[in-house]
């Protein structure tokens, strides 16, 4: 066989080969921008507050919660409102106290090639509240003799910070379940000169550094634009 023909053979059997490595090559060189443009709003309430507010007789309130995406990154605000009673025994003495809270935030979705855009997220809140509260209380004393005072803090200011991990699942269509636990910290609170604060509405007990809260949701998702296609990993 002729040299000629022979590298003629050669360059024959060899371009599929080199023409899988190019398109191997030109694969691994796209990149896919992300899209940052939302797909959907989600609107939805606290379950447990709901519930809480019907069993428990020292409590009651409410809590809307919303999100809209920006491809992995979520914007979420949350809007209560939160009251409680409490009555010592014999009724010496009682507290009460009522306010709304505003919490917001980012979640960051670590389900990248999910279609359906259901969320394992880690997340960050800023949350701020304006309540006010009242303790009253009765001293009955042979001794020193009876007593009896109101003490009250008027619109009260207060802030702090929260970590946040949680799911959201589509359960059918348009519905979306999911919980939310929250580590609360930093709290601060305005001027109170009659008295310390006790319990503040979206935080908890004030006398608290940190705080633990759950909250199981149920959202609504009214879509903008069809989901895109998100990519696979590499």
């Known amino acids: 066989m002729k040299l000629s023909h022979t590298i003629a053979l050669l360059l024959i059997f060899s371009l599929p080969s080199l023409a899988q490595e190019k ?25 447990i507050a709901l519930v809480k507010s019907q069993y428990d007789k020292t ?32 009724d010496s003495s009682n507290y009460a106290n009522t306010g709304n809270y505003f919490r ?6 670590f389900l990248k090639n999910d279609p359906d855009r259901n969320m394992f997220f880690v997340g960050f809140r800023y949350g701020v509240s304006k309540f ?14 009876n007593y009896s ?15 946040t991990t949680g799911l959201r699942v589509k359960i059918w269509k ?3 379940m999911g919980y939310t636990a929250r ?14 604060p006790h319990d503040v509405p979206g935080y908890g007990l004030a006398e608290k550094d ?7 949701q149920i959202f609504i998702r009214i879509p903008f634009r069809k989901l895109p296609t998100v990519p696979p990993e590499k």
Do not use: C
């Open 104 to 109: 917001a935030g980012v979640d960051v979705n």
């Open 210 to 216: 940190s705080y633990w809260g759950f909250n199981y």
């Open 59 to 90: 409590y009651k309130g409410w809590e809307f919660n919303g999100d809209i995406d920006f491809h992995r990154y979520y914007l979420s605000v949350d809007y209560g409102h939160w009251a409680r009673t409490y009555l010592s025994e014999g």
């Open 149 to 163: 005072g109101t003490y009250n803090n008027t619109n009260v200011n207060a802030h702090w910070l929260e970590l």
């Open 183 to 196: 580590f609360k910290f930093g709290l601060s609170t305005g001027s109170t000169p009659t008295m310390l």
């Open 174 to 176: 348009m519905i979306w």
């Open 23 to 47: 398109e191997k090559s030109d694969t691994t060189k796209v990149k896919v921008k992300p899209d940052f443009r939302p797909t959907g709003v989600r609107f939805g309430t606290d379950a």
């Open 132 to 145: 006010s509260e009242q303790y009253s209380v009765i001293v009955k004393d042979t001794l020193w003799g």
